[in-house]
């Protein structure tokens, strides 16, 4: 559990998965998260979401009390340390992904601050050297978010992801820890 100014990460319950669904088939929000093409139906939400996969801590975000978003952090594995050029990096590096759900947070401030608990869990309790993410490169707001936290993009990965009918770029932006 994280606090900071009323924002708190909880790890995902069996009650999720209706909230999840409700949010992966808002138009709004499948824009930037996995493809308008792509919505998710509470089966779907628990193949995805609820796999029992140890090497992933999967939260809701809540919002004074209230859910309000989705995040996921993870050490990354050697198949994305190849991609991303870390292959003969010994740095604990670990990945995160995160949306908001709910809209009407949208533009307020909070990604940053859910970022940043993230960052601060992650250098705290797991030890990580370095922070990576990959937003896709016309989601200006999302690396402006990244850059605000300290993030900085450090190389292009070309037909990344594949949204709404096709690849898509990627930056790959690091937030590095700076060695004490």
């Not at 900071?4 to 909230?19: A, G, M, T």
């Not at 138009?27 to 308008?36: A, D, F, H, I, S």
């Not at 190849?82 to 292959?87: E, P």
Request: a negative charge; proline letters at 3%.
């Amino acid at each position: 559990m994280s606090n900071n100014c009323s924002i708190v990460l909880r790890e995902l319950i069996e009650e999720d998965k209706c909230i999840l669904a409700r949010w992966l088939s808002n138009p709004q929000v499948l824009q930037y998260y996995e493809g308008r093409d792509n919505p998710f139906s509470v089966t779907k939400v628990e193949a995805a979401f609820f796999d029992e996969n140890p090497e992933e801590t999967r939260c809701i975000i809540l919002h004074e009390d209230q859910p309000i978003g989705y995040s996921q952090f993870y050490e990354i594995g050697e198949e994305e340390r190849k991609i991303y050029g870390y292959s003969d990096s010994k740095e604990v590096i670990f990945g995160m992904d995160q949306f908001i759900g709910e809209t009407e947070y949208w533009n307020r401030g909070i990604g940053t601050r859910v970022v940043n608990i993230i960052i601060e869990r992650l250098v705290q309790e797991k030890q990580a050297s370095r922070i990576v993410l990959d937003p896709q490169t016309w989601n200006e707001r999302a690396i402006r978010c990244y850059e605000n936290c300290g993030f900085q993009k450090v190389k292009l990965l070309p037909e990344r992801e594949w949204h709404e009918g096709e690849f898509r770029d990627c930056w790959l932006m690091e937030y590095v820890v700076a060695k004490s």
